[in-house]
């Protein structure tokens, strides 16, 4: 033991990651989650600023998740055949410019631009930020405290956004929460490079480019049909032909990789369901937490009527108890495996999102907060586990794939619940629409939580 107190801080392969090298993986991943929650808290100024409509907002953060879930796959792939200290920078480098760029935009159009450009970064560091993890962690008890300490980074990250972006918003204006990434982009990035030590490069597999563009046209095509489809028509010549476009794109990408040599996505891969399932409560359990974010942080500002600051205070119930749930969540996870923390985690948000209808529909307050706080414990608790389970059933010379696979699902399940509990969303201006759309979309998520949780249950 005292020679573990003693280790250098660039440890060998043998031993554990060093803690202030972990403290910069995880660092990564916050910001990257911050950067999600703060956005949210900041819509209703960027609305009256840029003269933006309900779908422009729904672009500006879907613009970012989109393409980060879009390149997840490849992004993977590429941590493996480059190294994943190497892409993990690369990606902090990408995100800390964008924001910068993203601070700066004098329009909506450009904003969006910005925020997908912004959105390249995270594919790159999150799945390399788990590989790091596991090669440096052997020991699989020490393997899921440390999956926790990730998840409850982003917790963390989830449940700051809310407050420091309304606070940032109310004194120095919405520009400011992408100018807040810089510095500490750049401490990461300096922590990562003294803390952190290279993986071995794991495979020399051909880059699946043609695989990689029909992700990105299918999931393209898939939100703007969603996000556009209200005020379009749904019947239009342009939302048909975009969920047609979706539909040949994924069927041309199932195609490619069931022929390619080295597919981006291996299809064996799903005939487990120990690995399939965490991946579906994956998407899940992100069209969740951040439909509800979305349709929170417009609720309290719009209908409400609350100032950005108050209404960073009135999410935090839901962001604080997801974070501080995630960082107890890995030890019980640790000690109890992973299927019964995933089951009871989806219970309690489906819980959470039934009392956040209750509180909605009787004006409460109180029911709102219960809400949140449930369903905050319920993903902090879901998290490390669905993550513990999915590394724990891929050989580690595979693990940048399958970490990349279950974030571009959480990705995957971000676009589409904002996409479409924001297509149900009434008009902002009409306080009933709103509300009744609101009822709708509610009632939607905590049937998928509920699902999730039996169909955990059973497999």
């Known amino acids: 033991m005292s020679r573990e107190l003693q280790i250098p801080s660039i440890p060998s ?12 993986i995880c660092f990564g991943f ?3 989650i911050l950067d999600t929650s703060v956005v949210n808290v900041a819509l209703p100024a960027m609305q009256h600023d ?3 409509s309900l779908e422009g907002l729904q672009w500006v953060v ?3 998740t989109l393409i980060f879930a879009s390149l997840l796959l490849s992004a993977g792939t590429l941590g493996d055949r480059l190294r994943h200290k190497r892409t993990f920078l690369t990606g902090y480098v990408l995100f800390t410019g964008a924001s910068l760029l993203c601070s700066l935009a004098p329009s909506l159009n450009i904003l969006i631009a910005a925020r997908v450009l912004q959105g390249v970064g995270p ?8 590989s790091l993890i596991t090669h440096g962690f052997q020991n699989s008890e020490k393997r899921a405290r440390a999956v926790g300490f990730w998840a409850g980074s982003s917790g963390i990250g989830l449940a700051g956004g809310p407050i420091v972006g309304g606070l940032l918003v109310e004194t120095l204006g919405w520009r400011s929460i992408f100018l807040l990434n810089v510095p500490f982009g750049l401490l990461a990035l300096a922590l990562t490079m003294r803390f952190v030590s290279e993986t071995p490069r794991t495979t020399t597999q051909k880059r699946d480019l043609w695989g990689q ?16 489809g209200r ?11 975009m969920f047609l476009l979706c539909i040949g794109a994924s069927g041309g990408f199932l195609l490619i990789e069931t022929r390619h040599s080295t597919p981006m996505l291996p299809l064996q891969f799903f005939s487990s369901a120990a690995f399939s399932m965490p991946i579906l409560v994956g998407c899940i359990l992100n069209f969740g937490l951040y439909g509800i974010l979305f349709v929170l942080s417009l609720f309290f500002q719009d209908i409400y009527h609350y100032p950005a600051a108050l209404a960073g205070v009135a999410l935090l119930p839901i962001t604080v108890a997801t974070g501080s749930t995630a960082l107890i969540s890995g030890r019980i996870t640790a000690r109890l495996g992973t299927r019964r923390p995933m089951i009871g985690g989806l219970a309690a948000s489906c819980l959470g999102t039934l009392l956040l209808l209750l509180g909605e529909t009787g004006d409460s307050i109180l029911l709102l907060t219960a809400g949140e706080i449930l369903i905050g414990l319920g993903c902090g608790m879901t998290v490390p586990a669905m993550t513990t389970a999915i590394l724990n059933t891929v050989p580690k010379s595979q693990v940048g794939v399958a970490s990349a696979l279950l974030n571009a699902s959480r990705q995957l399940g971000g676009v589409l619940g904002v ?6 969303l009434g008009s902002l201006s009409e306080r009933s629409a709103f509300l009744a759309g609101m009822h709708i979309a509610l009632l939607l998520v905590a049937l998928l939580f509920l699902l999730g949780s039996v169909l955990i249950s059973i497999t």
């Open 213 to 228: 563009a029909c992700v990105i046209v299918a999931l393209a095509t898939l939100t703007y049909a969603l996000i556009e």
């Open 50 to 52: 840029l003269h933006g």
């Open 231 to 241: 005020s379009q028509g749904w019947i239009s010549p342009q939302i048909v032909g």
């Open 30 to 32: 916050f910001m990257v």
């Open 13 to 24: 392969e043998k031993e554990s990651l060093h803690a202030l090298g972990l403290t910069a």
């Open 62 to 64: 879907n613009g970012y």
């Open 123 to 130: 594919a790159l560091l999150v799945p390399s930020s788990l």
């Open 419 to 424: 996409a479409i509990l924001g297509s149900i």
